[in-house]
């Protein structure tokens, strides 16, 4: 496993990706939904550089 930082439009739908694919094991159970993600990333408009993302990928997939 390796951690990087988050770096774009790239990432944030590979997180929603991992968001959905929860959804399809737990359902309602998971507490993000995939507008939740892109929320977080938009909802302070000029600063998003200012929070610290990390991703942390195995095998090329993001996992959290």
């Given at each position: 496993?390796?951690?990087?930082e988050?770096?774009?439009?790239?990432?944030?739908?590979?997180m929603?990706r991992?968001?959905?694919?929860?959804w399809a094991?737990?359902?309602?159970?998971?507490?993000r939904?995939v507008g939740?993600?892109?929320?977080a990333?938009?909802?302070?408009?000029g600063?998003q550089d200012?929070f610290?993302?990390v991703?942390?990928?195995?095998e090329?997939?993001?996992?959290?």
């Amino acid at each position: 496993m390796r951690t990087r930082e988050y770096a774009g439009r790239a990432d944030l739908r590979a997180m929603q990706r991992l968001v959905q694919e929860a959804w399809a094991v737990v359902g309602s159970k998971n507490e993000r939904h995939v507008g939740d993600v892109a929320w977080a990333d938009t909802h302070i408009p000029g600063r998003q550089d200012e929070f610290r993302r990390v991703l942390f990928e195995e095998e090329g997939r993001v996992v959290a």
